[in-house]
Each structure stands twice: as C-alpha cells, then as structure tokens.
C-alpha cells in the first residue's frame, strides 16, 4: 500500500472517531480517504451526511476496495469480531481498543503474521504518547529494568482535582465523564481495569511476554476518601494510579496496578489531569520519561492518524523482545510496602503483614503501613473487592 491508495473503513463515530475526523481534515501533508463510516445507532444525530455511514459491517469488511480498517468502537467483542475479520480478508487494521488488545494480545499477533497484515494499536495506551512505537523501536535491544506509568486520564483528572481544588470524587468522575475521557463504562477507569489492560499491551512489546489480565493485581481508586488525600499531602506526596512492569531478578518480571505516594521531586508529581506519563528505567538509556495527553477525542485521534500514517509505508510491529533468548517469566512474587486505610477491623486482618511500620486509628479512619509479598495481595484480591479499603504503594521500598 501506498500513500496515494489507501482506503479506510471507519468503525465507530464517538469521541475518538471524531476526533481522528478532524485530525485526518486538518493535516496538510498526509490525505487519507475514509470510504465509509459503520456506526450502531442510526437514529443519533451526525455531523456528516448519512451518506457516509453504513450499520451493516460487511458493506466494509468486503469491499475489496478498502485496504484499512480502523477500529474505534466501544464493545471488545463486537471488536474482535471486525478486527479478526478484516485480517482474514487481508486487510490492514488500526485498533485503540485497549481491553479486546490485552484480551486477545497472542491471537492477534499470530493472525496478524498468519494472514501478513500490519496491525497498529498506539492509540490503546497512553493515547498521545508514542509508547508502543519507543518499546519497538528505540528499546529493542535494550535491557529494560522497569516501565511504570500513569496509564488512565479518568483516574488522573479525578485525583487532581480532588487533591488542587477539593472537588468530590462524584462530582470528578463526572467532569471526566462530560470531557469525553471515561469509559463507557467507567468502572473500568476507576477500578483499574483500564489501566492494566494498557498495562499488559506494553508488556508485551517491553519484555515479549504476553500476561494475562487475569494474572495481574490491579486495585483503582474508587473507594479513596479525603483522609487518603490528607495523609498524602501532609507527607508531602500526590496519589496517582500507576501500572508498574519491572524485573524482580534476571529471568523474572512482576506487574500491577496501584495507587502510588508521589514525592514533589518524582516526574509523575505534575501529570495531572488527564495527562499521562510514562518513565522506562533501563541499563544503558538510564531513565527516559515520556508525557502527553492520555485520553480525548484528539489525543487519541492523534495517535490513530499516526498508526494510519504509518501504515501507509508499510510499519509493522515486529515484536522483537519476544523473539529474543531470554523471555522473562512473570511472577508475583515480589515485596511492596503500601498504605491500607480501612474501616473494618477484620479487614485490616486479612493483609497479614510480614513487618508493620506506621499504625494508625481513630474512630473514623485508620490506616496501615506495612510491607507485604505481592502475591498476598493477588490471593486476597476477592475478598477485598469492594469493601471500604484503599491501598496505596509507598513505593518507599522495593519499588523506586
Ligand atoms: N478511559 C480512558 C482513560 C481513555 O481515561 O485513560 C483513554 O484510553
């Protein structure tokens, strides 16, 4: 394919959608040719002429005239569905969508090579951050000893504006919501998910190891309360989610989700709102941060049109760490210390900590701060799930 032939078939027109619309108008070196627009809901109102719109998917997925999908809808499986489709019938594909990526990572690397298209997925994390391309590009040979980010602008933009304006966590979440940042569902943002589906997709280009979201502890934010964010600042910290992937020894590597203490002298300290950044620590490129825009309509949309761009000449992911010697095996057995802050007596119990080093409790919040294994954490995950708990990673100990 060439820049002059390339035919896309569009699937979804919600916030991403159009905002790859109107980078793809406003971009003076680079014109792309958007055959048709599959859209679920005909009866919404639209800012283009229903000529450009098509409900049946297949009025796309064959017409030998469009050489490009991209893929921007909500539902994972419908998702796959299209994306798998269109590989079978030898099309290229552009995907954001980070949860149908972590859930069929293996699968789609193997269709993409079985039936010799390109598939590209910047936009399915970190959004404006060219993540996945540096992870292939610039550390492929590099000894990559950690990756950490903050990988959600839901969970982000609620935080700052809890912590720089007092706003309530309600109240937040639905300012995200309105600027287009959430989920549709936006459990996945606040309890998470979101964030380590992001999470294992740069697994896999940072170390070549496909993890299985199900394998991964994750704990959000929903459940935080002002104390968390009193105790934060009067230790001089900010509370950010943050997905960490890092080595334990030489053959292994670990991987969660938590919400980390931030001292004022750290990189993460100013991505607030719906920013994002990502830090690599490696052998010989030391530490590397990266910083951008994590969610909205443009953000993302940028990166789409960068995807697009590039598979225009051909780019392709090579997966190059997976086809090296070594690939690390994924483990959870890995020392953290955190902050618990719980209401329930009996649930404080249920951490078993091997040493405790803060202790605290008054009739309406006590907390916790002691050092325990990862995999402690991973065994109780069901048991702690909705309960009034948060946790927090010092990050004081074991994990820089
Ligand atoms: N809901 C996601 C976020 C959108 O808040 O980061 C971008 O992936």
Same mark, same amino acid.
């Given at each position: 394919?060439?820049?002059?032939?390339?035919?896309?078939?569009?699937?979804?027109?919600?916030?991403?959608?159009?905002?790859?619309?109107?980078? +793809?108008?406003?971009?003076? %070196?680079?014109?792309?040719?958007?055959?048709? #627009?599959?859209?679920?809901?005909?009866?919404?109102?639209?800012?283009?002429?229903?000529?450009?719109?098509?409900?049946?998917?297949?009025?796309?997925?064959?017409?030998?005239?469009?050489?490009?999908?991209?893929? +921007?809808?909500?539902?994972?499986?419908?998702?796959?569905?299209?994306? &798998?489709?269109?590989?079978?019938?030898?099309?290229?594909?552009?995907?954001?969508?980070?949860?149908?990526?972590?859930?069929?990572?293996?699968?789609?690397?193997?269709?993409?090579?079985?039936? !010799?298209?390109?598939?590209?997925?910047?936009?399915?994390?970190?959004?404006? #951050?060219?993540?996945?391309?540096?992870?292939?590009?610039?550390?492929?040979?590099?000894? @990559?000893?950690? @990756?950490?980010?903050?990988?959600? %602008?839901?969970?982000?933009?609620?935080?700052?504006?809890?912590?720089?304006? $007092?706003?309530?966590?309600?109240?937040?979440?639905?300012? &995200?919501?309105?600027?287009?940042?959430?989920? #549709?569902?936006?459990?996945?943002?606040?309890?998470?998910?979101?964030?380590?589906?992001?999470?294992?997709?740069?697994?896999?280009? &940072?170390?070549?190891?496909?993890?299985?979201?199900?394998?991964?502890?994750?704990h959000?934010i929903?459940?935080?309360?002002?104390?968390?964010?009193? /105790?934060?600042?009067?230790? %001089?910290?900010?509370i950010k989610l943050?997905?960490?992937?890092?080595?334990?020894?030489? !053959?292994?590597?670990?991987?969660?989700?938590l919400p980390r203490?931030?001292? &004022?002298?750290?990189?993460? /300290?100013?991505?607030?709102?719906?920013?994002?950044?990502?830090?690599?620590?490696?052998?010989?490129?030391?530490?590397?941060?990266?910083?951008?825009?994590?969610?909205? $309509?443009?953000?993302?949309?940028?990166?789409?049109?960068?995807?697009?761009?590039?598979?225009?000449?051909?780019?392709?992911?090579?997966?190059?760490?997976?086809?090296?010697?070594?690939?690390?095996?994924?483990?959870?057995?890995?020392?953290?210390?955190?902050?618990?802050?719980?209401?329930?007596?009996?649930?404080?119990?249920?951490?078993?900590?091997?040493?405790?080093?803060?202790?605290?409790?008054?009739?309406?919040?006590?907390?916790?701060?002691?050092?325990?294994?990862?995999?402690?954490?991973?065994? #109780?995950?069901?048991?702690?799930?909705?309960?009034?708990?948060?946790i927090v990673n010092?990050?004081?100990?074991?994990?820089?």
């Open positions: 394919m060439t820049r002059d032939n390339l035919k896309i078939g569009l699937f979804g027109y919600g916030c991403v959608g159009q905002g790859l619309h109107d980078v +793809l108008n406003s971009s003076k %070196g680079f014109k792309a040719d958007i055959v048709k #627009i599959c859209v679920k809901n005909p009866g919404k109102p639209r800012r283009l002429p229903m000529s450009s719109f098509t409900y049946d998917k297949y009025e796309i997925l064959d017409d030998p005239s469009i050489n490009l999908i991209v893929e +921007l809808i909500n539902d994972a499986d419908d998702a796959f569905d299209i994306v &798998a489709t269109a590989m079978k019938n030898g099309k290229n594909v552009v995907s954001a969508n980070k949860l149908m990526i972590a859930t069929h990572f293996r699968e789609l690397v193997d269709m993409q090579k079985r039936y !010799n298209v390109s598939f590209l997925y910047e936009a399915s994390a970190g959004a404006s #951050i060219p993540i996945i391309r540096n992870l292939e590009e610039y550390y492929d040979n590099e000894l @990559l000893y950690s @990756l950490r980010g903050i990988l959600n %602008g839901t969970t982000n933009y609620i935080l700052t504006s809890m912590y720089n304006k $007092g706003t309530n966590y309600e109240s937040a979440l639905a300012e &995200a919501q309105q600027k287009g940042f959430a989920e #549709i569902d936006p459990t996945l943002d606040v309890e998470g998910w979101d964030a380590k589906y992001k999470l294992c997709i740069l697994t896999g280009h &940072a170390y070549g190891v496909f993890l299985d979201p199900a394998d991964v502890f994750h959000g929903k459940t935080i309360t002002k104390h968390d964010i009193q /105790y934060a600042r009067e230790k %001089g910290y900010k943050v997905s960490y992937v890092g080595k334990t020894d030489e !053959n292994h590597i670990t991987a969660f989700v203490f931030i001292a &004022a002298d750290k990189n993460f /300290y100013n991505v607030d709102y719906e920013y994002n950044g990502v830090i690599a620590e490696a052998a010989f490129a030391d530490r590397q941060f990266f910083y951008g825009k994590g969610a909205g $309509g443009h953000a993302t949309g940028s990166a789409v049109f960068s995807d697009i761009s590039a598979n225009s000449y051909g780019y392709r992911y090579e997966y190059k760490k997976m086809r090296q010697e070594l690939v690390p095996e994924y483990t959870l057995d890995h020392k953290i210390e955190v902050y618990v802050r719980y209401s329930d007596d009996k649930t404080a119990d249920l951490f078993n900590f091997e040493d405790v080093s803060e202790c605290f409790r008054s009739k309406e919040y006590k907390y916790i701060v002691g050092t325990l294994n990862l995999k402690k954490l991973f065994d #109780i995950k069901e048991l702690i799930f909705d309960r009034d708990i948060f010092t990050g004081r100990k074991f994990t820089d």
